[in-house]
């Protein structure tokens, strides 16, 4: 059983940077990608950005690419998402996710094991 533990959320102000981390722990063998998602106030959880365990291969959603950057430590079993020019929409709770699907997608359906999210708000 894999656990995430998810920090770094606040309340921010247009155009100010964020990082979040992911500390995750047992079973880290089975993982082949990490993620971080999003759910908007009364809107459904999507994907943010993907990156695969072997290789560091990343995918980021449209809305996101050039501002924010996921990482993975794996020494220190964490993965990051920095987050630069932070804007309104971006405001949501923030779900780091784990993956044992070796063909893991960024979907949601992929994922198996998830943090308990963590707040980000951004002002105007």
């Known amino acids: 059983q894999v656990q995430l533990v998810e920090s770094g959320g606040g309340l921010v102000k247009a155009g100010d940077s964020l990082k979040l981390s992911c500390a995750f722990s047992g079973g880290t063998s089975r993982i082949y990608a990490m993620a971080w998602f999003r759910q908007p106030p009364g809107k459904e959880r999507d994907v943010v950005a993907t990156?695969?365990?072997?290789?560091?291969?990343?995918y980021y959603t449209d809305s996101v690419k050039g501002r924010f950057t996921i990482s993975l430590d794996t020494a220190k079993n964490t993965v990051y998402l920095q987050m630069n020019s932070l804007k309104p929409e971006d405001t949501a709770v923030y779900y780091c996710a784990a993956s044992t699907d070796p063909q893991a997608k960024a979907d949601m359906s992929a994922y198996d094991f998830w943090g308990q999210g963590t707040q980000v708000s951004v002002s105007s």
């Open positions: 990156i695969r365990w072997i290789g560091g291969r990343t």
